[in-house]
T-cell receptor, first 117, second 111 residues
Framework: DSGVTQTPKHLITATGQRVTLRCSPR?????VYWYQQSLDQGLQFLIQ???????AKGNILERFSAQQFPDLHSELNLSSLELGDSALYFC????????????????FGPGTRLTVL | AQSVTQPDIHITVSEGASLELRCNYS??????LFWYVQSPGQGLQLLLK??????LVQGIKGFEAEFKRSQSSFNLRKPSVHWSDAAEYFC?????????FGGGTRLMVKP
């Protein structure tokens, strides 16, 4: 158990809908990262938040957005869902980040499996 | 931009046999390199990491990896595979505040 929790575990919805995925980081971790794992795209970084502010952006679609709240939990919002958004969405957390040359180990949650029908 | 290639999508080995999973990376500077393992229905667990120094790094569960700058490789090895090692393995490079993962190698273990 990494200490990172994600809810829900599974989510089934229809095209065009909007969903929210939730992540609670490990106690004391200030950074949250979101990743998408799909069959065609593999495992790719979406976005990072550090202490409530966006820190880095990867291949995140404009239909997707995220935020990190004062209690440090994070939500990933996916809207106008398409079949191709079906994937496993992972959240990870780390203690902090202090620049691109520094690294703090990321601990991954179990993921939320999203199925778009 | 950085990239990671894992040439083998599937590998099958017999229990007790040795294992080597290949990883090649592309990055302009000295990379931070990682191997993660994902068991079915689980998140990613860090096996080992390389930042600098000794090019042979030891990880958990008896795994080790060797960084070879001249070959841009970071191959994962284990001398004797156990049935519980069956999982998917991901190599990753850290740069620009993000982890970039390879496509993964699925390991199957024959009894």
């Amino acid at each position: 158990d990494s200490g990172v929790t994600q809810t829900p575990k599974h989510l089934i919805t229809a095209t065009g809908q909007r969903v929210t995925l939730r992540c609670s980081p490990r106690s004391g971790d200030l950074s949250v990262y979101w990743y998408q794992q799909s069959l065609d795209q593999g495992l790719q970084f979406l976005i990072q938040y550090y202490n409530g502010e966006e820190r880095a952006k990867g291949n995140i679609l404009e239909r997707f957005s995220a935020q990190q709240f004062p209690d440090l939990h994070s939500e990933l919002n996916l809207s106008s869902l398409e079949l191709g958004d079906s994937a496993l969405y992972f959240c990870a957390s780390s203690v902090l980040t202090s620049g691109s040359l520094s690294y703090n180990e990321q601990f991954f949650g179990p993921g939320t499996r999203l199925t778009v029908l | 931009a950085q990239s990671v290639t894992q040439p083998d999508i599937h590998i099958t080995v017999s229990e007790g046999a040795s294992l080597e999973l290949r990883c090649n990376y592309s990055y302009g500077a000295t990379p931070y390199l990682f191997w993660y393992v994902q068991s079915p229905g689980q998140g990613l667990q860090l096996l080992l990491k390389y930042f600098s120094g000794d090019t042979l790094v030891q990880g958990i569960k008896g795994f080790e990896a060797e960084f070879k700058r001249s070959q841009s490789s970071f191959n994962l090895r284990k001398p004797s595979v156990h049935w519980s090692d069956a999982a998917e393995y991901f190599c990753a490079v850290y740069a620009g505040n993000m982890l970039t993962f390879g496509g993964g190698t699925r390991l199957m273990v024959k009894p």
